[in-house]
């Protein structure tokens, strides 16, 4: 029998994430092979990714690859995951979720500077929003690239996925605080397994895969996601958090230069939270966040 084939991004991280699955797979016996790819993400390193205007910029090229069936299953970041799936592609399952915090790595040596680096529009929102007065610039390409800029030049720092460095083994070797104030992109620190729709093995592997906390979760944080119509790089944070048979969440809607910022956060009983994103996003929207998104549109085209 042939090896099932799990496609991943050739990156350091895409590729401890997929390994992860597939020691998974083969728990249960199943003989597996890794297939890198480079996405379209990786080889446009040098610019930011809202100036690229291509949605699911980490996840196309596995997603063709899918489809021409050159790879059985595709691994991601679940935050890179656009919310409506390309036509003939399932979600398989979501893993149990790793930290969701965002994380400002800082150098040994405390800086005076008022310089912060980050790729992402939403991190950068947040730190406007609470530091107005600094100044933010774009770090782009893999974590440890992203790392060592960060070390090279005299900033304060720079801003990074927690779970990444987690995944990476990285995070006992640097100075870093957790940002708690700065909420997550939807779906951070989880990760998403996909495969053809027709695949005769999908409810197999989500049976025994699939962490339904994490997929409720996350389903109702890209919910949110998707009401306000954003993507993956927009000002937008949300995190859903389950406690016993309750649900709690929280979201915002930023301004590209977090002057205004419109935040939302409810609990409720689990079994009542199934629309919750979406009813979340609308209060959004009826707050003034209609506007801001307006404005996003405009900035971002």
Known sequence: MKPLRIGTRDSPLARVQAEKVQRQIESRGVKTEITALKSQGDVMAERPLYALGIRGIFTKTLD???????????????????TQLPQGISQVAILPRGPSADVWVKHAVPSQSHTLATGSLRR?????????????????????????????NPWKG?????????????????????LDWMLPAPAQGAIGIYARSSCRDLATWRSWMNHEPTAI?????????????????????????????????????????????????????????KDLGREMAQRVLRQGGAEIRAALRRQMT
């Open 158 to 178: 720079g801003i990074f996925a927690e779970a990444g460095l987690a995944h990476m083994g990285l995070l006992q070797s640097l100075h870093y605080e957790r």
């Open 64 to 82: 063709v690859a899918l489809h021409q069936g050159r790879i059985d299953l595709a691994v991601h970041s679940l935050k890179d995951v656009p």
């Open 124 to 152: 950068r929102a947040f730190w406007l929003h609470r530091f107005p007065t600094d100044r933010v610039v774009n770090l782009r390409g893999h974590v440890q690239t992203r790392l060592r800029t960060v070390a090279q």
């Open 217 to 273: 979760c996350t389903r109702i944080e890209r919910d949110f996601l998707s009401a306000l119509e954003g993507g993956c790089s927009a000002p937008i944070g949300a995190l859903a958090q389950i406690e016993g048979d309750r649900l709690s969440f929280s979201g915002a809607l930023l301004s590209l230069d977090g002057t205004q910022k419109i935040a939302v956060s409810q609990t409720l009983a689990l079994d009542r939270a």
